[in-house]
């Protein structure tokens, strides 16, 4: 299996500009996570998924941000506006309910100038 | 919120040394996973620890998970330079088993050659 792919793996964008992060999670998971990790506060949930169907958004930082699963491959999450302090790296991650294992993947970095 | 304590935060050590990386709570997990993750990669899965005491080893790393399931420890003996990385705990506090964690802060070691 190819793994969680994440597109784009970097992305430089200026403050205010739209951003668009996209996730194929592996074939055959049931749960798609979105986390954001930065040096301050490490790994936080933002949102997930169960059956392309959102779950918990309590970790959603403001309503700029959105997420959505049109189909059980492919996630996107959105920050529209963009601001400096969104800067991080985001990470998509795949789960089967039976094993609870997260599989991550590889990130995207956001720069926000 | 459950949180999960890891300490220490940074370690330098050299090579064949022994080290030990803790992760604390206040709260009972039904489980604690630890994962490693590498520059510019996402986090993988290194171990599961579900029973209280139990002791799981893979190679050179141990993982302990205490007694009354709010702490669990690893341990590495004789540690080499691609040891080096971030180790992360993750509790599953509400014992859903298909992947919803809370992660700690992390440990980020670096083993010299």
């Known amino acids: 299996d190819a793994g969680v792919i994440q597109s784009p793996r970097h992305e430089v964008t200026e403050m205010g500009q739209e951003v668009t992060l996209r996730c194929k999670p592996i074939?055959?998971?049931?749960?798609l996570f979105w986390y954001r990790q930065t040096m301050m506060r490490g790994l936080e949930l933002l949102i997930y998924f169960n059956n392309n169907v959102p779950i918990d958004d309590s970790g959603m930082p403001e309503d700029r941000f959105s997420a959505k699963m049109p189909n059980a491959s492919f996630s996107t999450l959105k920050i529209q506006p963009s601001e400096p302090r969104d800067s991080a790296v985001y990470f998509c991650?795949?789960?089967?309910?039976?094993?609870?294992?997260?599989?991550f993947g590889e990130g995207s970095r956001l720069t926000v100038l | 919120t459950q949180l999960l304590e890891q300490s220490p935060q940074f370690l330098s050590i050299q090579e064949g040394e022994n080290l030990t990386v803790y992760c604390n709570s206040s709260s009972v997990f039904s489980s604690l996973q630890w994962y490693r993750q590498e520059p510019g990669e996402g986090p993988v899965l290194l171990v599961t620890v579900v029973t209280g005491g139990e002791v799981k080893k893979l190679k050179r790393l141990t993982f302990q998970f205490g007694d009354a399931r709010k702490d669990s420890s690893l341990h590495i003996t004789a540690a080499q330079p691609g040891d080096t990385g971030l180790y992360l705990c993750?509790?599953?506090?509400?014992?859903?088993?298909?992947?919803?964690?809370?992660f700690g802060q992390g440990t980020i070691l670096t083993v010299h050659p």
């Open positions: 993750a509790g599953d506090p509400g014992g859903t088993s298909y992947g919803k964690l809370t």
């Open positions: 991650a795949s789960s089967w309910r039976v094993t609870g294992e997260l599989f």
């Open positions: 074939s055959g998971h049931d749960y």
